[in-house]
């Protein structure tokens, strides 16, 4: 009697551990699938935030190294490394509007905004290859007009992007706040940049009146950097995009 008690209790053990095997495996694979069917957005993943980054403050720093080589001597070799800071910087910039452009995909109207800066990026490149001296040396059309065209562009869908941001967001948090530095920065410098370059169009390529087309320039580097800044502490500090 009292094996046949024993032999039935270890049974019995044995039985429930099973069970108890069981469901700590159907309880795991519930959870390993749950994990794949919610996946980490890209937008905050750390390499996507990184390059996004990145890719902006490339733009204004490039932008803003590719203007200060104007006040020296325009020799070939500078006249070149300008125009080649101002399309890499472009490049980045190009980057960054296509980046958000194939990551926010459901609203139309966000995606549309977005496509106005991409057009305006796309016209920066044109332009700032417009500035190599070879091509220069043929016409100053494509320089001037691929930064009068890409700033009008930028800088219309970052005023559409203020005023959405402006509309939704909340004052004084600093989530508003840094949003509006990063999208305000950007349309401050795409119109120093449109101003500068018209005023340049109209024949200010020398003297004072020069001296006013890279000043306007500076500013809107300037202030593009200082968007790029915006964005950088927000990925990087507050950890939202």
Request: net charge neutral.
């Given at each position: 009697f009292t094996s046949s008690v024993f032999f039935s209790t270890c049974r019995s053990a044995m039985s429930n551990l099973k069970e108890q095997l069981l469901d700590n495996t159907e309880t795991g694979l519930e959870k390993g699938a749950a994990k794949t069917v919610q996946p980490v957005p890209p937008e905050?993943?750390?390499?996507?935030?990184?390059?996004h980054a990145f890719g902006f403050v490339l733009g204004g720093v490039t932008f803003w190294l590719g203007t200060?080589?104007?006040?020296?001597?325009?020799?070939?070799?500078v006249q070149n490394l300008s125009a080649w800071l101002y399309i890499i910087g472009s490049c980045g910039f190009m980057y960054v509007d296509t980046q958000e452009f194939f990551t926010f995909t459901d609203d139309k109207m966000l995606r549309l905004n977005?496509?106005?800066?991409?057009?305006g990026s796309f016209l920066y490149i044109v332009g700032s290859a417009g500035?190599?001296?070879?091509?220069?040396?043929k016409t100053m059309e494509v320089g001037i007009w691929g930064f009068i065209g890409g700033s009008f562009a930028i800088g219309v869908s970052q005023m559409w992007k203020v005023v959405r941001i402006s509309r939704s967001g909340r004052f004084p948090e600093k989530d508003t706040l840094t949003a509006l530095g990063v999208e305000g920065g950007a349309c401050l410098g795409a119109w120093g940049f449109f101003?500068?370059?018209v005023y340049f169009w109209q024949?200010?390529?020398a003297g004072a009146a020069f001296q006013v087309v890279l000043l306007c320039w500076m500013l809107g580097s300037s202030f593009f950097t200082f968007g790029g800044l915006c964005l950088t502490y927000r990925h990087a500090v507050m950890g939202v995009c």
């Open positions: 905050d993943q750390t390499w996507w935030r990184c390059t200060f080589c104007y006040y020296y001597p325009q020799t070939l070799f977005i496509s106005m800066s991409m057009t500035f190599l001296p070879a091509v220069m040396a101003f500068g370059t024949g200010a390529a």
